[in-house]
């Protein structure tokens, strides 16, 4: 873990954690969607909705829109709960 850490860009370093604690999140799906939406981060860089449920690396949105997580590595991603 330590011999990783050199190899974090700067601007990742204050999310590096020095313990490995998982955390675990119960979201349930109430309903699934019938037809997704997927979002695409590079077509839609900027989306506003509220979360119904987490399934997997899949965060659901009310509209039916699908947030693929593993899918957009790479991204930097700001979320704002409220």
């Avoid at 604690?21 to 037809?35: A, G, S």
Wanted: aromatic content about 14%; hydrophobic content about 30%; charged content about 25%.
């Amino acid at each position: 873990r330590e011999k990783l850490k050199q190899y974090i860009p700067e601007e990742a370093l204050p999310y590096y954690l020095e313990t490995n604690k998982e955390t675990e999140l119960e979201f349930p799906v109430l309903q699934y969607p019938t037809k997704v939406k997927s979002l695409n981060l590079t077509k839609t860089p900027t989306f506003e909705g509220k979360l119904k449920g987490i399934k997997g690396q899949y965060l659901i949105f009310e509209d039916n829109t699908v947030f693929n997580v593993r899918g957009s590595e790479g991204y930097y991603v700001g979320l704002t709960i409220s």
